[in-house]
């Protein structure tokens, strides 16, 4: 069983349309969450992070927490066709002396003109 | 400010050479990350620095790969006798220390013929 689990996609909405990305993880001691944006032939770019139960916003960005159910999402309102990349959730539990981030396979997102 | 550099920007090698692989992390970071990344098994972590020391070299593939950091900034990670199957990129991240975001440099792709 993945650690980090997300749907590869590709996921495709129109221009001005909320995009929603899920992902599940399966550590419950997992304390840290965090979504990378990849553009193709790039390294992950740090977009948003989040630590706690409930909503985070930053700007058309925001990032959703549940703990209980395992399930962090990031919600991208007024798409625009710059935000086609692929994005991956990374989880991070702090055991002992690990501090690695645990990434899924990334969903690959499509904003249509 | 300046963020993480890595360098070669891409590196060609014959299978059985060595190679060294450079990372300069953000300036105060105390935290520095390797991981890969290849199609077959997305982004993989191998190797946490705290300062000088390296708490967690779990991901380390084999014997043949090996890392260190001077100085609590830049790091080089080595590997001996490549091998067809090291082809990926190489990422190198950084943090203010184990506990906070990290920040990834371009990375450095290495093809092993």
């Known amino acids: 069983q993945k650690e980090v689990e997300q749907n590869s996609g590709p996921l495709s909405v129109p221009e001005g349309a909320i995009a929603s990305l899920n992902c599940t993880y399966s550590?419950?001691?997992?304390?840290?969450f965090f979504w990378y944006r990849q553009y193709s032939g790039k390294s992950p770019e740090l977009i948003m992070f989040i630590y706690s139960n409930g909503d985070k916003e930053d700007g058309r960005f925001t990032a959703q927490l549940n703990k209980a159910s395992q399930y962090v999402s990031l919600l991208i309102r007024d798409s625009q066709p710059s935000d086609s990349a692929t994005y991956l959730c990374a989880v991070r539990t702090s055991s002992g002396s690990a501090r690695q981030l645990t990434f899924g396979s990334g969903t690959q997102l499509t904003v249509l003109p | 400010g300046a963020g993480v550099s890595q360098s070669p920007s891409n590196k060609v090698t014959e299978k059985g050479k060595d190679v060294e692989l450079r990372c300069d992390p953000i300036s105060g970071h105390t935290a520095l990350y390797w991981y890969r990344q290849s199609l077959g098994q997305g982004l993989e972590f191998l190797i946490y620095f705290q300062g000088n020391s390296a708490p967690d070299k779990s991901g380390l593939p084999s014997d043949r790969f090996s890392a260190e950091r001077t100085g609590g900034s830049v790091s080089t990670l080595t590997i001996q006798r490549t091998q067809q199957e090291d082809s990926a990129v190489y990422l190198c991240a950084s943090s203010r220390d184990g506990n906070y975001e990290q920040y990834f440099g371009p990375g450095t792709r290495l093809t092993v013929t």
């Open positions: 550590d419950r001691g997992s304390q840290s």
